[in-house]
């Protein structure tokens, strides 16, 4: 038996546009600045970690944690200084999501604005995709 060879050529490509990838968080500057703010007095945290539980209700629900290290499987997103690291079983839930921090007279909240939600539950703290 004798092996095969197979040639191939290798070229570089120049001004090649690859296309934009879509980030899998993005931040508004509300949440940037709150999370700096909760990250000040932690300097033991590097970030925060979101991820992704099961409720009651057959839905989803998103956490979020102080976070000293990067998990071998996170996700890292970077933006404007802040570090947020995404749980591998929450990657797909929030791919194209923005998270918002608002504040009302009578509470205040990190928001995920996800366009994959098909729907939410009535207690309105799950989600479905």
């Known amino acids: 038996m004798s092996a095969s060879l197979v ?3 290798v070229r570089a490509v120049s001004k090649r546009k690859l296309p934009p ?3 899998a968080l993005t931040l ?3 949440a940037v600045n709150k999370i ?6 932690k300097p033991e945290h590097v970030g925060v970690k979101v991820g992704v539980r099961t409720r009651d209700c057959n839905g989803l629900s998103y956490t979020l944690e102080y976070t000293k290290t990067k998990g071998d499987s996170d996700e890292e997103v970077i933006q404007d ?8 079983k929450a990657q797909l839930t929030l791919l194209g ?4 921090y608002v504040e009302d007279k009578l ?3 990190f928001v995920f604005n996800n366009p994959n939600i098909k729907g939410t539950c009535g207690c309105g703290e799950s ?3």
Request: charged share 30%; hydrophobic share 35%; proline share 3%.
């Open 36 to 41: 700096k703010q909760l990250l000040k007095d």
């Open 127 to 129: 989600f479905n995709i």
């Open 97 to 100: 999501t923005e998270m918002d």
């Open 7 to 9: 040639q191939a050529t």
């Open 28 to 30: 508004t500057p509300s």
């Open 107 to 109: 509470s205040s909240e």
């Open 81 to 88: 200084g802040v570090r947020v690291f995404i749980e591998k």
């Open 21 to 23: 990838t879509r980030a």
